[in-house]
């Protein structure tokens, strides 16, 4: 598919705004592994080819496993994620779909376990910046860089 137009060049000044939400979310003080978790499941959800190759090799330079690369999609029957990992797995994935315009007591409650409230305000916004960035990037058909050698 052809790119449809290039964010950086006409729209730069939202772009950089972008960029403000992503520098809070990585200073955010969550760790970046389970942050590149949440972003690759979004991503396989909305289907953004661009933030799936971005955030794979990211993900593996901040502690993610093969196992938890390859076993992602399937993360609920997969026995190589924390209790914290799947918490935050559940949020993202009901904060991505918001089936009936609503995020449920029971993904909220686990959650609650895992979290404090400030990370989970957080993650909330590493969440909404993900979706924000798949939504950009499919709908610009911005393609996917491929580095030779990471796949």
């Known amino acids: ?25 990585q200073k955010s003080g969550l760790d970046l592994g389970l942050l590149e978790l949440v972003k690759m499941r979004a991503s396989q959800i909305n289907g953004c080819a661009f933030c799936l190759a971005m955030h794979a090799p990211l993900a593996r330079q901040h502690g993610v496993s093969e196992d ?13 994620f ?5 918490a935050a797995l559940a949020w993202a994935e009901s904060m991505t779909y918001l089936k009936d315009g609503d995020v449920p007591d029971s993904i909220y409650e686990p959650l609650c376990q895992q979290f404090s409230t400030k990370e989970i305000a957080d993650l909330s916004f590493a969440v909404a910046e993900i979706n924000a960035w798949n939504r950009l990037m499919v709908s610009s058909r911005t393609p996917p860089v491929i580095v030779a050698g990471q796949h």
Do not use: C, I
């Open 1 to 25: 598919m052809k790119q449809r137009f290039d964010l950086t060049e006409v729209a730069a000044a939202g772009y950089k705004a972008m960029l403000g939400v992503h520098s809070y979310v």
């Open 68 to 80: 938890q690369l390859n076993l992602l999609v399937a993360w609920r029957e997969a026995p190589v």
């Open 82 to 86: 924390s209790p914290r990992e799947r």
